[in-house]
């Protein structure tokens, strides 16, 4: 580990005040459903935390969940938590390339054997090794490798925690979730295309105080920021359930900022914290823009039947299979209609009358 | 391997397909059957209307004689809640108008959810009320065949599918879509062939009854 500065220092050489950390530990208690009572205890075991040390991989991905960090315009607690708890291996941000990058990880791997935290963004692809590879090491062999020593891994990303758009139909690589390759370590799945970045460095957060892993939900996600749908906490919501919707970008409704599940909404199916806790430092979220969510969270949303349109809606040819079927229904109603009336002529010409002295008569 | 988003991708798809397929085919075979094999001509001079008397049943029968509701109580006013909190359901709930008026272009104003919610809960819970009665009834477990517990569940499992995805009680939310609208695929294909046709040809069966009696003159 290059530095021994606990998380406080760096915060404090980097301006950060008093009030502001507190702030920041609040929100992130808050967050994670924690009593206020232990916003000090977060407090104090944030200020006081080592570096721990992180491998940062990067496989079949964009680098969007990186950028989703660091792109901030002013240095944030966020990214100054991420700066802290830094990162032996990143190869978007760490200066060394090559052979030194590539020493620099194996190095982490020795040092804190059983200890760092393994950060892998990108799905891996099993279809053929050779689509991506880093220092000619396949993805799958280098995140083998790399968990045996991890103490947890955190699959960043929907790539990474469930396969993502090198995932998507037809998955011309074979892409697999990093959950799907790692067995007998606990994985963490942060989604979203990008992920929340306060899900990031809360999740990080607990881990730095409490040393233990959060509350996850079915699909391995933090139930603190993945426990409730986008719908559900929608400020468009009463619009929704008013039945008051956005028919275009620009209609009327648009202008009024009306619920947009008619322009393919993905918010009912998504469990994310982009309602509550919004981008750019709260600034606003994609709905609250006036775009639809697109379910960025959720395993497989890119095959979701298309970002407009609503998630209910048939994609059958609904017109072609009516007119076909009508078509042949009626013909087949006709034959059958046809067959009853024969059927009827027929019994009504070998109709045999019989009187009641006959019947009498049979004994 | 099946994911629960490729299952409603089908479910919405192909499945939708043979459903709406199915249920066409089936309705307009069961409903020319009938129309094509007509009436006895009536040589009789007409003393009323058809049309008039006709229309009237079809609505007026909707309530019960008092010797049927005399007789059975239960079956008329339970019948009646689950008929309408059925269709409150179906024809109310907003997201199902929004349905319609993607695929068809029509629609009209739906109720609030916490009004529907309740609806549905009434329905399901008047549905398992009828089945309990249905079982417990000496004669009515008598006649009962299996096609009446067929409809039974078939009419149960899109109320009870769309309630638990509503309140997000299954998990994940594809997947509680999917068997939602798969549930329903399942009564499209049912409908026709089945007394759940009685949906249509019960106002068909009245208006005939409506039409022969004001044609002698007679209120039905």
Redesign the interface.
């Known amino acids: 580990m290059a530095t021994t500065k606990t998380l406080g220092e760096v915060l404090r050489e980097n301006g950060v005040t008093r009030r502001g950390f507190l702030k920041f530990c609040a929100a992130t208690a808050s967050l994670m459903a924690l009593p206020p009572s232990l916003v000090p205890a977060l407090a104090a075991a944030l200020e006081k935390a080592r570096r721990p040390s992180v491998i940062w991989l990067s496989f079949q991905e964009c680098t969007g969940c990186t950028e989703s960090l660091t792109r901030s315009h002013t240095p944030t607690v966020e990214g100054l938590i991420l700066e802290h708890i830094s990162l032996d291996y990143h190869h978007t941000l760490q200066a060394a390339s090559g052979d030194a990058a590539e020493h620099a990880r194996e190095d982490a791997m020795k040092e804190n054997f059983g200890h760092y935290i393994l950060v892998v963004d990108g799905s891996v692809p099993l279809a053929n090794p050779g689509y991506s590879t880093i220092a000619g090491i396949t993805n799958r062999v280098m995140l083998e490798e790399a968990v045996k020593g991890a103490a947890a891994v955190i699959a960043m990303g929907t790539c990474a925690a469930f396969g993502g758009l090198p995932g998507a139909a037809p998955n011309p690589t074979g892409a697999v979730s990093v959950g799907e390759l790692v067995k007998g370590k606990p994985v963490i799945n942060v989604s979203g295309c990008p992920p929340v970045p306060l899900v990031i460095t809360g999740v990080l957060a607990q881990l730095l105080t409490f040393g233990t892993l959060p509350a996850l939900d079915g699909y391995g996600r933090p139930l603190a920021f993945f426990g409730q749908s986008i719908h559900d906490r929608c400020y468009r919501r009463p619009f929704y359930d008013k039945g008051l919707f956005a028919e275009s970008f620009d209609d009327e409704g648009a202008r009024k900022g009306w619920c947009l599940y008619r322009l393919g909404c993905k918010g009912p199916m998504t469990y994310n914290a982009c309602a509550t806790m919004k981008w750019n430092q709260g600034t606003s979220w994609p709905v609250e823009s006036g775009h639809p969510c697109l379910g960025c969270a959720e395993p497989h949303f890119w095959d979701a039947g298309g970002f407009y349109e609503a998630l209910s809606v048939p994609t059958a040819a609904i017109a072609r299979t009516a007119t076909y079927a009508a078509v042949g229904g009626v013909a087949l109603g006709a034959a059958m209609g046809i067959l009853g009336r024969t059927t009827r002529q027929k019994a009504t010409a070998q109709r045999q009358p019989v009187s009641v002295d006959e019947l009498e008569q049979t004994p | 391997m099946i ?4 299952f ?2 089908w479910v ?3 499945a ?2 043979i459903a ?14 009938i ?4 009436r006895r001509p009536n040589y009789a001079q007409a003393r009323g209307g058809e049309w008039g008397p006709g229309l009237r049943t079809m609505v007026s029968r909707s309530l019960a004689d008092p010797g049927t509701f005399k007789r059975a109580p239960f079956n008329v006013i339970v019948g009646w809640i689950w008929h309408v909190g059925f269709l409150i359901a179906l024809l109310l709930f ?2 199902h ?3 319609v008026k ?2 068809l272009g029509i629609g009209w ?2 109720l ?3 009004v529907v919610d309740a609806a549905s809960a009434i329905a399901i819970v008047a549905l398992v009320a009828m089945l309990i009665h249905r079982v417990q009834h000496p004669v009515m477990r008598f006649l009962s065949t299996f096609e009446d517990y067929l409809t039974w569940t078939l009419t149960l499992l899109p109320l009870l599918t769309g309630y638990l995805a509503y309140h ?1 009680l299954i ?4 997947l509680a ?1 999917g068997l939602h ?1 798969l549930s329903i695929e399942l009564l499209l294909i049912a409908f026709p062939f089945t007394k759940l046709t009685h949906a249509v040809t019960a106002f068909i069966a009245r208006w005939y009854n409506g039409a022969i009696f004001g044609r002698k003159g007679v209120r039905a």
């Open positions: 994911n629960p988003m490729d409603l991708a919405r798809g192909p939708f397909d709406l397929a199915v249920f066409v085919v089936g309705m307009l075979v069961r409903l020319l059957e129309f094509l094999l007509g907003v997201p108008i929004e349905l993607k695929t104003p739906g609030p959810n916490p997000r998990n994940p939310y594809p879509l609208i």
